[in-house]
């Protein structure tokens, strides 16, 4: 019995292990199908982490389109890249290039030429020509023509010089580079030259393997060009990881720092072509006072302005003005206040103006400017002028120019500086005070061409000014003076100071002004009896007082305010001073001009 219940009980265990094996497996077979499914989705997501990490950090291999890239919008374009830049402009929504294939030889857009690669080239729109002005002559090329005029000599080249398409003037880069220091190189596929301007030195380095450039740094930008192993490209940025280059071939982007070695300084010398102008000098410090005559019988009284003058050794009278559009001249020239000037060891430098004339409004001088022959007549007038009364210089003073005028009136200044020095008359050129909104005046150009430049350091308010203020305060004269030397040599720079002031009045009615001479301004002061006080800000004599309903505002030009202002001309040791106008000052103002002149 025991055994048989042995064997039962047995019989028992075996079958419950059995039935629990079979639970087991069942409950397995439930559970392995989510298994399954977390193992899929965890797979899934270790596959989609890694195309993401492959599409982050692996390098594309987009190819960029270089006809966007360069702005070629037809078959004859060319991209023109000047030093580390790609040039062009965007024009009805379209990036254009800067030039042109013409017959095989490369043309440059001639806005693109004068703001990038040589701003003396000069195209008379309305006469269709191209001129470049040389220090003895000018250049004369027709348009659609291969012959030109170079000073007095006739030349020709193989080639169209320049032609002119919707309003447009593409110049020749092997015209232009018969009289521009550059280097060039001219590729195709796309149509591209490179024009390299800027000598000196450059940071350069050699690629040691083969990479691509590409047009931002990173990865994923788009590829320009492939650049080979032991190839040298100009560095121009470094941003770590990335360096910007140009390569040999015109192409502009970034590749990766450690694709370059050997990076190093490169010095670039070339011989320079361009022309130099030169310029008459004086030995002497120039001390000049304008002469305001309005009228020829105001010459006569040359010898009255002169009793109390010291130390002068300049003078220039307001003899020419223009008289119409044409370009003809209005001339009050006197051969006997010039004999009388130069009995008195003074210099004559006439000063031509372009107000106060026949004509005086910015329309009309851009309309005399704008002209190639109505340029050249008033020059031709105005130079014989001068030497038919034995004048010694032409001292130019336009107010009038407008921005749009500007590349005319540099020309005209240009032209006119050749025909001064092939005259042996001395050249001066009168300027506001530099400011952002007069650049166009273009005073690098100017010192380049002309024997001096002088800059107005007065007026900084006017009878237009919204405020009473001083004519020429303290800053607004150093400030003048030094912004004027970031362009012109001190050699060459004169400052001129005023020998007047503004007397303000303001009551309801609003404000206004008039300009008085130095002992007048005295006399108003005195006569109101008003107390004067020392401006240390303006650095000058200060007045006010209450009287016909208003008040009345001076600050007084006089021997104090002038030797400040000639303290800074002093320290900066500029060619010189000049004085708007004689017969304004009042006599001690010559002992202090005397001695900076010392």
Not at 378 to 397: K, T
Request: net charge negative; with cysteine.
């Amino acid at each position: 019995m025991n055994d048989r219940k042995y064997r039962a009980t047995r019989s028992r265990d075996i079958e419950r292990r059995q039935k629990r094996r079979v639970r087991s497996r069942r409950r397995k077979k439930r559970k392995n199908p989510i298994l399954w499914v977390i193992i899929l989705l965890i797979a899934f997501i270790v596959m989609m982490f890694g195309v993401i990490l492959i599409q982050r950090y692996s390098s594309s291999d987009e190819r960029a389109d270089l006809n966007v890239y360069y702005g070629i919008n037809r078959e004859d374009d060319l991209a023109v890249i000047v030093d580390n830049q790609v040039i062009g402009k965007a024009e009805s929504g379209l990036y254009s290039a800067g030039g042109r294939m013409i017959d095989g030889y490369p043309y440059i857009e001639y806005s693109v030429l004068t703001q990038f690669i040589n701003k003396r080239f000069y195209w008379d729109f309305y006469e269709n020509q191209l001129l470049y002005t040389l220090p003895e002559g000018t250049v004369y090329v027709p348009e659609g023509s291969s012959e030109y005029t170079e000073v007095q000599e006739q030349r020709s080249e193989n080639y169209v010089i320049f032609e002119v398409e919707d309003e447009k003037a593409y110049v020749s880069l092997d015209f232009i580079a018969k009289y521009t220091n550059i280097d060039y190189v001219l590729n195709s596929e796309p149509n591209r030259v490179m024009v390299v301007t800027d000598f000196g030195e450059s940071m350069v380095g050699t690629v040691k393997k083969d990479t691509q450039v590409r047009f931002q740094g990173g990865v994923k930008s788009p590829i320009l060009t492939q650049v080979e192993k032991g190839q040298e490209v100009t560095v121009l940025e470094d941003e770590d990881e990335w360096k910007k280059v140009r390569t040999k071939d015109g192409f502009i982007g970034y590749i990766k720092t450690n694709t370059l070695k050997d990076v190093r300084s490169r010095i670039v010398d070339r011989a320079d072509i361009e022309p130099v102008y030169t310029n008459i000098s004086k030995d002497y410090t120039i001390n000049m006072a304008w002469h305001n005559i309005g009228n020829e019988a105001a010459n006569s009284y040359l010898s009255d302005m002169l009793t109390s003058v010291k130390g002068l050794n300049t003078i220039a009278p307001t003899w020419f003005h223009i008289a119409d559009t044409e370009g003809n001249l209005v001339s009050i020239a006197d051969a006997d206040y010039v004999s009388q000037a130069h009995a008195a060891n003074l210099e004559v430098w006439a000063t031509l103006r372009d107000f106060h004339g026949g004509i005086s409004s910015a329309e009309e001088i851009y309309e005399v400017l704008s002209y190639t022959s109505k340029r050249e007549r008033l020059i031709q007038q105005v130079i014989e002028a001068s030497i038919q009364s034995n004048i010694d210089g032409i001292n130019l003073d336009f107010e009038l120019i407008t921005e749009e005028c500007a590349k005319h009136y540099l020309q005209f200044v240009r032209e006119l500086s050749v025909q001064c020095r092939l005259n042996h008359l001395v050249f001066s050129i009168d300027n506001y005070v530099p400011m952002s909104y007069n650049q166009y005046y273009d005073l690098e150009e100017q010192a380049a061409v002309a024997d001096y430049v002088v800059i107005m350091a007065y007026d900084e308010h006017t009878d237009g000014s919204l405020e009473a203020g001083s004519v020429a305060s303290y800053n607004y004269v150093r400030d003048g003076i030094e912004n004027a030397l970031l362009s012109v040599p001190k050699e060459k720079l004169i400052g001129a100071v005023p020998f007047y002031s503004r007397l303000w009045f303001e009551d309801g009615s609003g404000l206004s002004s008039r300009s008085i001479g130095m002992d007048e301004s005295v006399q108003e002061v005195q006569q109101a009896g008003a107390q004067v006080v020392w401006d240390e800000v303006t650095k000058q004599n200060y007045a006010q007082w209450e009287a016909d309903g208003g008040k009345y505002q001076i600050w007084l030009e006089d021997r104090e305010s002038i030797s400040e202002k000639l303290s800074v001309m002093s320290n900066h040791q500029l060619a010189g001073v000049a004085a708007w106008c004689l017969g304004w000052e009042n006599s001690d103002i010559w002992d202090i001009i005397s001695q900076y002149m010392n």
